[in-house]
């Protein structure tokens, strides 16, 4: 992500979370006087993005620092770290709005729905507008990804809580909520689940899912003056900068050839596999070097 996308991601961010930050306000003060624990659910995990968006700012600045000699592939890892934590902080809001929607299944409260209504209407705005002001910064990195998606599972729930007023309001059954509370709940835990594993796999240095070792080692070993590919190791930075290393077992006759074999396989990594940095190790058994 260059400084000027940055830049825009960091105001997209400041504005959605002063957003975010109102909503939570009306929707905890409508679900303590309406007594929704929908609402109430609702308004906690705005709170909990407005806190992943804190976090999501913090490491889009510090992503910029330069790398030095202690850290010398930089600070570019910080979204990452950013982006599970905020997955970690997910759960935990999930596990308390779970332990309350159980509490309710089995003593239930009145819900005054003509509170709850016109507040769930105002979050619902709210979320749709900051989700379609992020959408297009989710694109960019797994870090606003997970915001983006805080913003989305937001949206959803305003709109389950809505369809929860409609029918205590008409029907007057008060187990609608926590049992909306648990459908909301269900779905969430399924996409936080996704990110947290997506997150994990980086950290451990994975090879990138859409990576098949197979393949590359294949489409090098087809390269004229390329014998044999192996010990391949592919992992990511982050989501957008990969790293490769491998042994490489050459058949070349001067050290120009080999420079133009390392070229070669470098842009065949970078064109084809989006490797962005590669070391090779090679191994010049059958090379007969004639100059040097």
Same mark, same amino acid.
């Given at each position: ?151 989305? *599972? +937001?949206? %959803?729930? /305003?709109? =389950? @809580? !809505?369809?929860?007023? &409609?029918?205590?309001? #008409? $029907?007057?059954?008060?187990? *609608? +909520?926590? %049992?909306? /509370?648990? =459908? @909301? !709940?269900?779905?969430? &835990?399924?996409?936080? #689940? $996704? ?6 796999? %980086? ?90």
């Amino acid at each position: 992500m260059n400084n000027l996308n940055r830049s825009k991601s960091e105001s997209k961010l400041i504005i959605t979370i002063i957003l975010n930050l109102t909503i939570s306000i009306f929707e905890i003060i409508g679900g303590v006087l309406s007594g929704s624990l929908s609402l109430i659910s609702d308004a906690l995990h705005n709170l909990s993005d407005s806190a992943s968006m804190f976090i999501s700012l913090f490491s889009l600045r510090v992503a910029q620092r330069e790398k030095s000699s202690r850290n010398t592939y930089g600070f570019k890892r910080a979204e990452i770290i950013a982006a599970l934590i905020n997955a970690v902080l997910l759960f935990i809001t999930l596990a308390y709005i779970f332990f309350e929607a159980i509490q309710r299944l089995f003593h239930p409260q009145e819900v005054i729905s003509i509170i709850m209504l016109p507040v769930a209407i105002i979050g619902l705005l709210g979320n749709f507008f900051s989700a379609v002001l992020l959408f297009k910064e989710s694109q960019k990195s797994i870090n606003l990804k997970s915001t983006f998606l805080h913003i989305v *599972i +937001d949206t %959803i729930s /305003s709109v =389950i @809580v !809505i369809i929860g007023g &409609l029918i205590i309001h #008409y $029907t007057g059954w008060f187990y *609608i +909520d926590p %049992i909306l /509370s648990l =459908i @909301v !709940i269900t779905y969430v &835990l399924k996409e936080g #689940y $996704t990110i947290f594993r997506d997150v994990i796999h %980086i950290l451990m240095q994975g090879t990138p899912t859409d990576i098949d070792l197979f393949q590359i080692k294949s489409r090098l070993e087809s390269i004229p003056g390329v014998e044999n590919i192996h010990h391949i190791h592919v992992w990511s930075l982050n989501e957008n900068e990969r790293f490769s290393e491998f042994h490489a077992l050459i058949n070349c006759q001067t050290f120009n050839e080999m420079d133009q074999l390392r070229d070669q396989i470098n842009r065949v990594l970078s064109d084809e596999f989006q490797i962005n940095h590669t070391t090779i190790q090679f191994e010049g058994e059958k090379c007969k070097i004639t100059n040097i």
